[in-house]
């Protein structure tokens, strides 16, 4: 059972950055693809980034190409980063992480059978 704990959430403004970070805890999280999600108040939790249990595969949504960077921690197998560039108000949401034991990357939140409870960012204008 791998547990997921998200932080470096906050305000910021637009065009501004922040670092998110995904720690797991439980399993063999390094042998696992990790996922973000994020989900703004009414809306469906949609599709951010995901990387391979390696690192060698990635996967963006489109709206985050160029702007967003997923990454396996080198010195720690078990966290994952999200840096975020350039940041749009539209983008506050919150932001949750999963982990799917297969180590694939994928971009259906279905396929992820663990979550955190997610990071708050508030981008404003």
């Known amino acids: 059972q791998v547990q997921l704990v998200e932080s470096g959430g906050g305000l910021v403004q637009a065009g501004g950055s922040l670092r998110l970070s995904c720690a797991a805890s439980?399993?063999?999280?390094?042998?696992?693809?990790t996922g973000w999600f994020r989900q703004a108040p009414g809306k469906e939790r949609e599709f951010v980034a995901a990387?391979?249990?390696?690192?060698?595969?990635?996967?963006y949504a489109d709206s985050v190409k160029g702007r967003f960077t997923i990454s396996r921690d080198n010195a720690d197998e078990k966290t994952v980063h999200l840096q975020m560039n350039s940041l749009k108000p539209e983008e506050s949401a919150v932001y949750h992480c999963?982990?799917?034991?297969?180590?694939?990357?994928?971009?259906?939140?279905?396929?992820?059978?663990?979550w955190g409870q997610g990071t708050q960012v508030t981008v404003s204008s």
């Open positions: 990387i391979s249990w390696s690192g060698a595969s990635t996967e």
């Open positions: 439980g399993g063999t999280f390094s042998r696992y693809a």
């Open positions: 999963a982990a799917d034991q297969s180590g694939t990357v994928k971009a259906g939140k279905a396929e992820y059978a663990y």
